[in-house]
């Protein structure tokens, strides 16, 4: 069983939405950031949203900030990615990642999920 659980994602047309939800279990439970990456066939992942889990506090992607929102749930362990008026430059992979602190560099995380599609047609 994965440690991180991702749902959501799928397909939508230019202008809308998506949310995505990640639920860390196992060792990536009690986690201080959870956030999501996102990545194009042979790019770079890149950030799209943080939380800090134990502050609040949360930090986006240059792309992403007025167009989505992370938020943290009941449960400290669920995140959620609210992503509105989508381009057609959003489709990639989205992955959940979890992080004892809130890192812009992707390399610096272990512990990932296996991914979920977003794909936005024009």
């Known amino acids: 069983q994965a440690d991180l659980a991702e749902s959501g994602g799928g397909w939508v047309q230019t202008g809308g939405s998506l949310i995505l939800s990640c639920t860390a279990s196992?060792?990536?439970?009690?986690?201080?950031?959870l956030g999501w990456f996102r990545q194009i066939p042979g790019e770079e992942r890149e950030a799209v949203a943080l939380?800090?889990?134990?502050?609040?506090?949360?930090y986006y992607g240059t792309f992403a900030a007025g167009r989505f929102t992370i938020s943290q749930g009941t449960d400290k362990n669920t995140v959620s990615l609210q992503m509105n008026n989508l381009k057609p430059e959003d489709t990639a992979m989205y992955y959940c990642?979890?992080?004892?602190?809130?890192?812009?560099?992707?390399?610096?995380?272990?512990?990932w999920g296996q991914g979920t599609q977003v794909t936005v047609s024009s």
């Open positions: 990642a979890a992080g004892q602190r809130c890192w812009f560099d992707a390399r610096k995380y272990s512990n």
């Open positions: 939380l800090n889990t134990r502050g609040g506090s949360r």
């Open positions: 196992g060792a990536a439970a009690g986690s201080v950031c």
